[in-house]
């Protein structure tokens, strides 16, 4: 059994100008030790997926439709007890902004004390409490953990709070650990480093990961298959190596190829158009307006059809009723 | 045959501080050929929106001079004739902060147009500059809210070249936008460059754009110009230590791309903090090849290799060897 499994979530978010149709349909899996990345624009619903999750969506969310088994259960359905215990024991996130993060008020000793004790039921000794945080500081690769504890957060570097904030994710991140974009925020050498060390603890340990991310280049090396999404749905699902490689659906393909290449040879013209208005998004396949290969069915939603070498994408050409010549 | 359009000599900003003073650019010496990319690459805290403040005058130098078309140019906007401030633009990195969000994109374009005087009405030069950076001319009477986050970075580079300049300074032009978007609105800079027969003095932090649009790349670290070469050398024989972690750092998503970073470079460490920068090179506690003499005396910099410049004590007596041969 998958540990994860999204089934068509549906979220809406109510606004002042409307309902806002964000996730339509977004379905993945996620197996025990497997690393899967997600990948797409800004405001495509990547970090509203995982949030889904976790069940940490913002007020004026609605849930729409759709499911999130967790080990077979369903999150969206669970009891607060027993989603408190899952947050406490199973999974656990990275979020993108490391500063924003961390309480500025409070010591990092105080932050991580609290959530040591929060995801234990044994009662824990403050030298019990204090050795569990040095080898959580430890893990994260933090030098002087016992000056880092006493520090409030502005005294440290933006790597090193996202280094705070990897290992208070790693008291509770037993089974699954999401992190939504943790090096986006900051300088290339100092990224480079945390996604590494990410990458040893999580194999180490055997944590399953959801990665996500809008800079393609720091998921290849990361994740064993990855999810491309774009205004909402998900349009590509394959192994990482494929969907890099021999890309499928006509957003991936338009999207790798617009990233500048360290090899150089020019940019290439991108992705005309904008992306849909979440108010009144279009009918069937959401890439519809700013596709080249656009066809009079692309009017209904397309399902995932096989596309590729293992890959699976949202989009009639990959349908054999519809493939055009 | 050597035409320089700007060049800067000794160049010094110094902010002081309640702690200490803290040098966001220090001695930093550069030069650039008319209708020349010069891209200035740094992390956060390198001094590279500093350097093109100064260009601009928004703030003088604390010491040193810029040379604009073979005249020192006055160190504050205030202090420079309209002539020359025509000459000389800049587009900023965020443009929803950089537009009046209650001035729709005639208001905006129609301010610096009217500093030149032109027999066509204000309508047309209004139309004639939307048509230039490619937009539909049906804009004009919109509000930067109605506008995607490319369109409003089109306006801004509208507004910009209102004045018919010859030296355009771009902030992280595209650092705010998807790559979908970014693509697009680079594609227009560079016909653009060659259309008015501009330069540019193109700050990013993003070495594989630069890759593809700049013909010179000059690296900064710590207010420190620590590399400087044509792009083609740059990227065939990166010299300088940082810059080779730099390389290594880039996320890539091609086999390509990977084959020409330097792989033996692992980033380590921490950037030091503005205010104790480490004596010597403000490298050196990061430096896999740091020697005694990195932790007393601060390299100059000097030309390594034919039209390669390089900071780095590793280097010097080797090319004057290479040189006497």
Redesign the interface.
């Known amino acids: 059994m998958a540990l994860l499994e999204v089934k068509d979530l549906r979220v809406n978010y109510e606004v002042y100008e409307g309902v806002l149709k964000v996730l339509n349909g977004v379905s993945l899996t996620l197996e025990k030790g497997e690393k899967v990345g997600i990948i797409g624009e800004s405001a495509c619903g990547k970090t509203t997926t995982v949030k889904s999750v976790m069940r940490l969506l913002a007020s004026n969310s609605i849930m729409a439709g759709g499911e999130v088994r967790y080990g077979g259960e369903d999150v969206l359905k669970m009891p607060k007890r027993k989603l408190s215990d899952l947050r406490r024991k199973k999974m656990s996130m990275v979020f993108q902004d490391p500063s924003a993060a961390l309480n500025p008020v409070f010591t990092i000793k105080q932050q991580l004390y609290d959530i040591i004790k929060f995801s234990t039921d044994d009662h824990l000794s403050r030298g019990e409490t204090h050795e569990r945080a040095i080898t959580y500081l430890k893990q994260a690769a933090l030098p002087e953990p016992d000056r880092i504890l006493e520090s409030y957060p502005f005294q440290l570097s933006g790597g090193m709070k996202q280094r705070v904030n990897i290992a208070m994710a790693l008291v509770s991140a037993n089974e699954l650990l999401i992190a939504d974009e943790p090096g986006t925020s900051l300088d290339v050498t100092i990224e480079d480093q945390i996604m590494r060390l990410l990458k040893k603890i999580v194999d180490e340990k055997g944590i399953s990961v959801i990665l996500i991310t809008h800079a393609l280049g720091t998921v290849k090396n990361f994740v064993d298959r990855i999810y491309v999404m774009y205004a909402g749905t998900i349009v590509e699902e394959g192994p990482t190596k494929e969907v890099f490689n021999n890309p499928q659906h006509p957003y991936t393909q338009m999207l790798i190829k617009a990233v500048p290449k360290l090899t150089g040879g020019g940019v290439p013209e991108g992705i005309l158009g904008q992306v849909p208005s979440y108010l009144k998004p279009p009918p069937g396949c959401r890439f519809v307006t700013r596709c080249p290969y656009r066809m009079d069915v692309c009017d209904s939603v397309p399902r995932m059809f096989p596309a590729g070498a293992g890959q699976r994408a949202a989009c009639f050409l990959f349908d054999e009723g519809h493939r055009p010549k | 045959m050597s035409d320089p359009i700007l060049t800067g000599e000794g160049l010094k900003k110094y902010f002081p501080t309640r702690n200490g003073v803290i040098k966001a650019v220090d001695d930093v010496k550069f030069q650039m050929e008319k209708g020349e990319v010069l891209g200035v690459v740094g992390?956060?805290g390198s001094g590279k929106t500093t350097l093109g403040n100064m260009i601009m005058g928004i703030y003088p130098p604390t010491s040193g001079t810029i040379t604009f078309k073979g005249q020192p140019l006055p160190s504050r906007a205030k202090e420079r004739p309209i002539q020359l401030r025509r000459d000389i633009q800049m587009v900023f990195q965020n443009p929803a902060s950089s537009l009046n969000p209650r001035r729709s994109v005639r208001q905006a374009l129609e301010v610096p147009l009217g500093i030149s005087r032109d027999s066509r009405s204000m309508a047309e030069r209004v139309d004639r500059l939307l048509e230039t950076v490619e937009l539909p001319i049906e804009y004009a009477d919109r509000y930067p809210e109605e506008l995607?986050g490319?369109e409003k970075q089109l306006v801004a580079i509208a507004r910009a070249l209102a004045t018919d300049p010859s030296l355009v300074v771009l902030d992280e032009p595209t650092s705010a936008l998807?790559?979908?978007?970014?693509?697009?609105i680079?594609?227009v800079l560079?016909r653009l460059k060659t259309r008015l027969s501009l330069s540019y003095v193109f700050i990013t932090?993003?070495?594989?754009?630069m890759?593809?649009?700049s013909d010179r790349v000059m690296i900064m670290y710590l207010g420190k110009v620590r590399e400087v070469a044509t792009?083609e050398e740059f990227?065939r024989n990166p010299m300088h230590p940082y810059t080779r972690?730099?390389?290594?750092?880039?996320?890539?998503?091609?086999e390509?791309?990977e084959a020409?970073?330097p792989q033996r470079t692992?980033?380590?460490g921490?950037?030091a903090?503005a205010l104790n920068l480490p004596p010597g090179c403000s490298f050196n506690p990061r430096c896999s090849h740091v020697m005694d003499v990195c932790k007393e005396v601060d390299p100059p910099l000097i030309e390594v290799a034919p039209r390669h410049w390089c900071d780095c004590h590793l280097y010097p007596d080797e090319y004057k060897a290479t040189q006497s041969v």
């Open positions: 992390e956060s995607g490319g998807d790559v979908s978007i970014q693509a697009k680079i594609n560079m932090h993003n070495l594989s754009l890759r593809n649009v792009t990227f972690m730099l390389l290594s750092s880039i996320p890539v998503i091609t390509a791309e020409v970073k692992q980033s380590v921490e950037i903090g």
